[in-house]
């Protein structure tokens, strides 16, 4: 099976060993930056895979600067550098997307596995079209957003959601607190549908569901997170989604917590074999009310 390598994929590779040329000759980013000249926060951005570097020749004069002669290792940079250049899928859609979001949705069409905790919705790549267009719509007036928003927030979403269900899917790990199913989104209309959907989900053979009663006394994370597994070449990566801000590391200290927390949580869910009934208890109980 071939290696996923998208064009964020590619830039986090291409900054990753800039900066490790960087450092290696001693350079600070400042002294970096002057050479091509840029800023140290552009430069930064480049380093962490968060913006592309342009310019080939931005590239060659940073090559210049850290004595790389090699041939071999010149064409293999250069080679990386064009491919990172390639069109997002998701560049229609970015304007819509939070402050850090951009990277995080890149890297996840390049995951082999993904581990999601989600205290207080239904996580995303499992919610229906009627519920995410719920989500946003209820909160298009207060947060003062347009139609033309809503409808390119719901798009994009459900064509995040290919990276589960469509060819080469993610092998996705979804632990969802009870509490997250029971807010009604939308009405119990779009819920019962909801609840099929995670269903449908849970049955696939590279998906498992776990839930998380609300009366079991047990460990539970406050913040949405995601951690993505790789083929190889990129460290494991953890997304977490606060109210307030959106944040993607690599750093070995932080995926080592959140794996963690990932593994608390699981332990205190209930078995994936129990998912199924425990949806259609809360269809059934939706109805009754």
Known sequence: MAARRGPTFRRRELGKEL???????????KEAAAAIESSESKLNRVESGQNQLPR?????????????????????LLTL??????????????????????????????????RAWHPQLVFGLLQTERYTRALFTTAKPVEERTTE?????????????????????????VILDEAAL??????????REQYEEI?????????????????????????????????????????EDSPSVMTVTDRPREVWKYSRKFDALREGALAPARTAEFLHRLGREIDEH
């Open 81 to 114: 550098h064009r491919d990172s250049l390639s069109p997002d899928w998701y560049r229609p859609y970015q304007n819509f997307m939070p402050s850090g979001q951009t990277l995080y949705v890149g890297l996840e069409s390049d995951a082999r596995t993904m």
């Open 149 to 173: 928003y809503v409808e390119e927030c719901v798009r994009g979403r459900t064509k995040r959601k290919e990276v589960v269900f469509g060819g080469d899917p993610v092998e996705l790990r």
């Open 56 to 76: 080939v020749r931005d590239l060659q004069d940073l090559l210049k600067l850290y004595g790389v002669t090699d041939r071999g290792a010149r064409d293999q």
């Open 19 to 29: 900066k490790r040329l960087r450092e290696k000759n001693g350079y600070t980013v």
């Open 199 to 239: 269903a449908r989900a849970a049955a696939l053979d590279h998906v498992t569901v776990q839930i998380l009663p609300m009366n079991l006394a047990t460990y539970r994370a406050t913040a949405n997170f995601v951690i993505l597994d790789f083929d190889s070449g990129l460290d494991p990566v953890v997304m």
């Open 182 to 191: 029971r807010r009604v989104v939308g009405g119990p209309d779009v819920m």
